[in-house]
């Protein structure tokens, strides 16, 4: 059997890159180090940490521990919450939510959830995809409202490590032009069209998009501001700074701004909960998902499968 221990050990191996910095985080002595890793590999048969000169690389049987551990981990966190709000007079939920998706779809859903589970104490945690992905995992949130661009999602399709990703809309992206601009009463636009514009950035993670469309239309990108929120990008975009790329779900109807439909292939950004994988579902999180999905459905974002 393999102990769990060790695979604790393996992980700090794994993320510290050393012995050495393993043993200073988990107030061990370098050579108790040493000594788990080789109980594991004699557990195993075979090895699963190669030292050398620049450090330790994990062998596969290795990476597939570290996997295994950083699961039990999580398993580990969301028992120790189970058992301690079992404790607590009220049960309790915590959400996770990137700013966008928290204004235009998260109300709905937790007016719907809160009338039909009053008893529940809700926390709402704003934080990006990247930290609350994490916060899932270790079971600081129950469940997370989260995004992603181009590319998989943030959670991994097998589930590991301990994760799902539930798809809930594509929230295509729309070009926000000045109402007196050139191309303001097209019924859409073609991105190459704007070669000549400047740009406002109303999310860091559209610049790479844009850059990698500017570089296959063969224009420089020409940023006149950078923000992160897509309301304050509207309102310069509306002061006449430049042009942008605005989510559905996000457009706010700023006067003197107007949203033009981007050509195909049009740009999305897809929206997804972050939930753990566990044998028993968290009824109140499995509720409050069931929610979020009815919401997604009528303000604004595309259901999956009906992107035009």
Same mark, same amino acid.
């Given at each position: 059997?393999? +102990? ?8 700090? =191996? ?35 940490? =190669? ?14 521990? =570290? ?9 580990? +966190? ?8 079992? @404790?607590? +007079? ?74 799902? *990703? ?7 992206? *729309? ?8 191309? @303001? ?104 998902? +069931? ?18």
């Amino acid at each position: 059997m393999i +102990d769990v221990q060790r695979l604790r050990v393996l992980r700090a =191996v794994a993320e510290h890159g050393s012995f050495n910095k393993a043993a200073g985080a988990l107030l061990l002595t370098p050579s108790a180090v040493s000594q788990h890793i080789a109980a594991l590999e004699r557990t195993l048969g075979q090895p699963v940490a =190669v030292r050398s000169t620049r450090g330790v690389t994990l062998t596969e049987p290795g990476r597939l521990l =570290v996997e295994a551990a950083e699961t039990i981990s999580a398993e580990l +966190d969301q028992v120790r919450r189970a058992i301690d709000r079992l @404790a607590q +007079d009220r049960p309790r939920l915590t959400v996770a939510t990137f700013t966008s998706g928290g204004r235009h779809l998260l109300p709905a859903a937790l007016s719907r959830f809160v009338e039909a589970h009053p008893e529940v104490e809700l926390t709402v945690l704003e934080s990006e995809p990247e930290d609350a992905v994490p916060m899932v995992r270790g079971g600081a949130a129950d469940l997370a409202l989260a995004y992603h661009f181009d590319g998989p999602p943030p959670v991994r399709p097998d589930g590991r490590p301990g994760l799902a *990703w539930r798809p809930l809309a594509e929230d295509p992206l *729309w070009l926000v032009l000045p109402r007196g601009h050139r191309l @303001a009463g097209r019924p859409s636009v073609d991105l190459g069209e704007l070669a000549g514009d400047r740009w406002v950035l109303g999310c860091l993670k559209t610049e790479a998009f844009l850059r990698r469309y500017a570089e296959l239309a063969g224009f420089d990108l020409r940023v006149g501001a950078s923000t992160t929120d897509y309301f304050f990008a509207q309102t310069l975009v509306a002061a006449g700074v430049g042009v942008s790329l605005v989510p559905q779900v996000a457009l706010a109807g700023v006067p003197e701004a107007v949203a033009v439909r981007v050509e195909p292939p049009r740009p999305a950004r897809h929206i997804g909960l972050v939930l753990p994988r566990r044998r028993h579902a968290n009824r109140c999180a499995e509720a409050l998902a +069931d929610a979020l999905t009815a919401a997604a459905a009528t303000a604004g974002a595309t259901p999956i499968g009906a992107l035009p």
